[in-house]
């Protein structure tokens, strides 16, 4: 596999230079849902947003699905004061033809980093750790460390070759995507290169940063990554169905996720891959109601310091328009969040401060579509629908 497409298939990004043959998509009836809010969240009325709103949104989410070969969609949209949408069309199933389920589970892909990134400025509010710290002085033997800084890594400009970008990782996960990795081997595949730029100097989206930001609050909390999340943002959060795997595990119901990145190239079931190799970057399982939730917390700071918050939110250019990227944390015209991408599973997870609205998406299959992810093209067309001065962009990341 090619080092475009290698990249491709890790980074949760937009932009890359593949066009797939779309997969069949079985028809399935859609499954509404009023905007029930059991986390105690923004009001939104039930009913939808009316009936041509809904009418639009219903055709521009058909039309996407069937143009990038989607096999199933949730779409969950809340807008306090007018309504909210609640999606879930298409099949989770490619063979059986079972209908996707708006209450499924899904891997969450780089949306994984908002959750590290918390942990990480949690401990910050807690005076273990300061962003200008250097990576050094908490993982030994990175490359330029001493002058590598815990912001560079949150903000993607720490330089560092990003590990899924390495021909031999590639061929490694691809060649038995079952198997177990741990944090030191994936960085090891990143530190055979040489790094690409110096810190700070520009944006680029590398998993190797995330890894090691896992490792650092690891070491400062004294305690497992998976366990400090769930501690210390889960349950504040009052995420009961979103969890850190440490193993392929997957919670029911959930859908089978079609990915095409394969040595053969031919699109496979990889529902049952280990996300192992991901971890910090994007291992983690959620749903449709904790997304919304989290999209609200990431977006407004509610666990963190007032200052900390502002740290976060000061983004700066990827250099394609419309988007920004802070402290694993992206805004796209108005919207912020994150996407996630891995093999079978894509999602969007964003909030738009001016509206206090919340969008997710969720979808079963990574596979490209005119080259661009299809969760993109799915947000694009949502907000081009609801929000049409804040129309989401996307998190685009060089390949």
């Known amino acids: 596999m090619s080092r475009t497409s290698t990249r491709r298939l890790f980074a949760a990004a937009l932009l890359v230079a593949s066009v797939l043959a779309p997969m069949a998509v079985a028809p399935a009836p859609a499954v509404h849902a009023a905007g029930v809010d059991r986390h105690g ?8 947003l009316g009936h041509e709103v809904n009418a639009r949104l219903d055709k521009a989410i058909a039309d996407v699905r069937e143009e990038a070969g989607i096999p199933g969609v949730v779409v969950g949209l809340w807008m306090p004061g007018k309504g909210s949408y609640v999606r879930a069309t298409g099949v989770a199933d490619t ?7 708006a209450d499924s589970f899904v891997r969450i892909g780089s ?3 908002t959750f590290t990134v918390t942990a990480l400025l949690e401990l910050v509010d807690d005076g273990l750790v300061e962003l200008d710290d250097p990576i050094s002085a908490y993982v030994p033997g990175v490359r330029n460390g001493d002058r590598i800084t815990l912001r560079h890594l949150a903000e993607m400009r720490s330089g560092l070759f990003p590990y899924t970008s390495d021909p031999d990782f590639d061929h490694d996960l691809l060649s038995d995507p079952h198997r177990s990795f741990t944090p030191q081997e994936l960085l090891a595949y990143g530190m055979k290169h040489k790094n690409t730029f110096k810190p700070g100097a520009t944006f680029e989206y590398s998993n190797t940063n995330l890894i090691l930001l896992g490792l650092v609050v ?3 909390s004294g305690r497992k990554l998976e366990r400090f999340i769930e501690r210390r943002v889960l349950r504040p959060s009052h995420l009961r169905n979103t969890l850190f795997p440490t193993g392929s595990e997957f919670p029911e119901p959930h859908p089978r996720g079609y990915t095409d990145q394969t040595l053969s190239g031919e699109t496979e079931d990889a529902t049952d891959w280990n996300p192992s190799w991901a971890w910090a970057a994007g291992g983690m399982i959620s749903d449709l109601h904790d997304l919304r939730r989290w999209a609200r917390i990431v977006a407004t700071g509610e666990l963190l310091s007032p200052e900390t918050q502002a740290q976060r939110l000061k983004t700066l250019p ?4 419309g988007t920004t990227y802070g402290l694993g944390i992206l805004e796209t015209n108005g919207w912020i969040g994150h996407n996630g ?3 079978g599973y894509e999602t969007v997870t964003v909030y738009l401060p001016s509206k206090k609205a919340t969008l997710v998406v969720m979808i079963n299959t990574d596979s490209l579509s005119g080259g661009q992810e299809p969760s993109t ?3 694009r067309a949502i907000t081009e629908v609801v929000t049409p001065k804040n129309v989401y962009a996307g998190a685009v990341v060089p390949r």
Do not use: H
């Not at 969240?41 to 939808?48: A, F, I, L, S």
């Not at 990827?318 to 328009?321: H, I, N, Q, Y």
């Open 111 to 113: 949306e994984t980093k």
């Open 318 to 321: 990827t250099g394609f328009p």
């Open 377 to 379: 093209l799915l947000a």
């Open 95 to 101: 063979t059986t033809g079972e209908p996707m389920a």
């Open 218 to 220: 690891e070491k400062v």
């Open 41 to 48: 969240q923004e009001d939104c009325p039930p009913g939808g």
């Open 341 to 343: 991408s891995l093999p």
